[in-house]
């Protein structure tokens, strides 16, 4: 079975971009650029930084009071 996969893996790659099977998978993913940064990870990182005692995370998408229920934004609401 592992036979036939190196097989059609062959067939279907350009000898040229073939990569040694041998290579730890680390290596393989270097070429692959990386994507770039999530804004809501950013944002949320940006909020656990501010020593603001009365911010609000806008970032969790729903929203509560001090009692637990749901708070819509008065922006929303309009």
């Not at 730890?24 to 603001?52: C, E, G, N």
């Given at each position: ?24 998978t ?46 819509v ?6």
């Amino acid at each position: 079975m592992a036979d036939r996969v190196k097989q059609i893996t062959a067939h279907l790659t350009p000898r040229d971009q073939l990569y040694n099977m041998a290579q730890p998978t680390a290596q393989i993913w270097q070429a692959v650029p990386l994507a770039p940064p999530d804004s809501i990870f950013k944002l949320t990182a940006a909020y656990k930084a501010d020593p603001f005692p009365q911010k609000i995370n806008l970032g969790v998408g729903a929203y509560r009071d001090d009692d637990n229920k749901p708070w819509v934004l008065p922006v929303v609401k309009k």
